[in-house]
């Protein structure tokens, strides 16, 4: 699988309910609007979802009175069949300082294999609905400025024994096994054998991907029952994408001071 540049964008998961939902733009004219300037600015869009390789495509219309949405991609693109079959397809590209992302229903490959005005290249056209809101967020980058440059990797996911409670937790330790992180008295207990899904581990503002993590072991700082712990997790279900996107950032010595002995066992 080919690696994936830093400029690529990156499809993540959808909070709702949650941190997205001052992101979203709803008004049918902005949605447009933003659509048209991702079109002009005739930058990579992927097409997938937060487990698979993305697909890399252009979007060169966007048909408002038709209600559709037509990319383009190099013919014998890798992926391609597989992203069709997906049950669920987002787009995501990086405009500007943002980075847009909306879902993509009823994607398919249109009759023409050639998309008109682009080149003499075989190009495969796709055709989806106009999506009905995208999500506007600024780039990790720059959040990142903003947080301070010094930070270490973090992980974010739902307690999974309360979902609607989003922790975001500091890696005390990260290897191509598992990773350690602290949990701070005040938030929810993780024991061992429990079972986290749909983590976002962030290495820093250009590397994250998602995983699953499995406890292994919990170590308290001390005695007091009111102190916080340290949770050693392996890695559980990383789809391959997120596994190079780990090895990249161990091998350019991206990995934290450790602050424990992380066993798996």
């Known amino acids: 699988m080919p690696q994936r540049d830093r400029a690529t964008p990156v499809i993540d998961h959808v909070d709702v309910a949650g941190a997205w939902a001052r992101?979203?733009?709803d008004e049918t004219r902005k949605c447009?609007?933003?659509l048209r300037e991702l079109r002009n600015g005739d930058v990579s869009v992927a097409l997938g979802s937060p487990r698979s390789a993305p697909v890399l495509a252009t979007l060169w219309a966007v048909d408002d009175l038709a209600g559709r949405l037509h990319f383009s991609a190099a013919a014998g693109t890798p992926g391609l069949q597989a992203l069709l079959a997906l049950p669920e397809i987002w787009a995501a590209a990086n405009l500007h300082s943002t980075k847009l992302q909306f879902g993509v229903h009823g994607l398919a490959v249109?009759?023409?294999a050639r998309a008109p005005g682009l080149g003499g290249d075989a190009r495969i056209r796709l055709e989806a609905a106009l999506p009905s809101h995208v999500y506007s967020l600024p780039r990790r980058q720059a959040l990142r400025q903003r947080q301070g440059r010094h930070q270490a990797p973090r992980l974010r996911f739902r307690h999974p024994l309360a979902p609607a409670t989003v922790l975001s937790l500091a890696a005390l330790d990260i290897s191509s096994q598992g990773c350690a992180?602290?949990?701070p008295a005040s938030e929810l207990p993780l024991a061992p054998g429990v079972q986290i899904g749909g983590v976002e581990v962030q290495l820093d503002g250009d590397s994250f991907f998602f995983?699953?993590?499995?406890v292994q072991h919990v170590t308290r700082a001390s005695d007091d029952p009111d102190a916080g712990a340290r949770v050693g997790c392996s890695w559980l279900n990383t789809p391959e994408s997120g596994r190079e996107t780990l090895q990249r950032w161990l091998q350019a010595?991206?990995?934290p001071?450790?602050?424990l002995t992380l066993r798996l066992d």
Not at 211 to 214: K, M, V
């Open 211 to 214: 995983t699953d993590l499995l």
């Open 32 to 34: 447009l609007a933003l």
């Open 181 to 183: 992180m602290w949990k």
């Open 110 to 112: 249109a009759e023409s």
């Open 257 to 259: 001071t450790s602050l």
């Open 253 to 255: 010595g991206g990995a």
């Open 23 to 25: 992101f979203r733009v």
